[in-house]
């Protein structure tokens, strides 16, 4: 594997951490943190499997942008768009006043991401 493909899974998985923990903190959970960092998780897997196939990709936030160009390496992946479209909106606008999450909501992208981050982990031959 290539050294900034380890380097994009390392990230990820800082994020992947980072969103169990909000997620389950029993004292000021930040539900908007374990969201966004749910986005960033797999935002950055996308981009490991992107870099590890040499496809280039630009700075963007956007899941959506990063699947149209996986997806000619994994095509299969499509079924995922509609989840990845629901992540992508705590990239940006639940950084800012005017819109929170709740734990529910917290719950539902934590889970995506944990699902998502298992195939992206099986698709590079990483362990679950």
């Known amino acids: ?24 903190a029993r004292k000021h959970p930040n539900y908007d943190a374990a969201c966004f960092h749910a986005q960033q998780c797999i935002e950055k897997y996308l981009k490991a499997r992107l870099q590890e196939a040499e496809i280039p990709f630009t700075k963007t936030h956007d899941l959506s942008v990063l699947l149209d160009l996986v997806l000619s390496i994994e095509p299969f992946w499509e079924a995922f768009r509609s989840q990845l479209r629901s992540l992508s909106s705590y990239a940006i606008e639940y950084l800012y006043p005017g819109q929170s999450a709740d734990k529910v909501m917290a719950r539902q992208m934590v889970a995506i991401c944990r699902d998502l981050r298992k195939t992206i982990r099986v698709s590079m031959g990483l362990e679950t």
């Open 1 to 24: 594997m290539k050294p900034l493909t380890i380097e994009w899974i390392e990230k990820a998985e800082g994020d992947y951490a980072s969103a169990y923990r909000e997620l389950r």
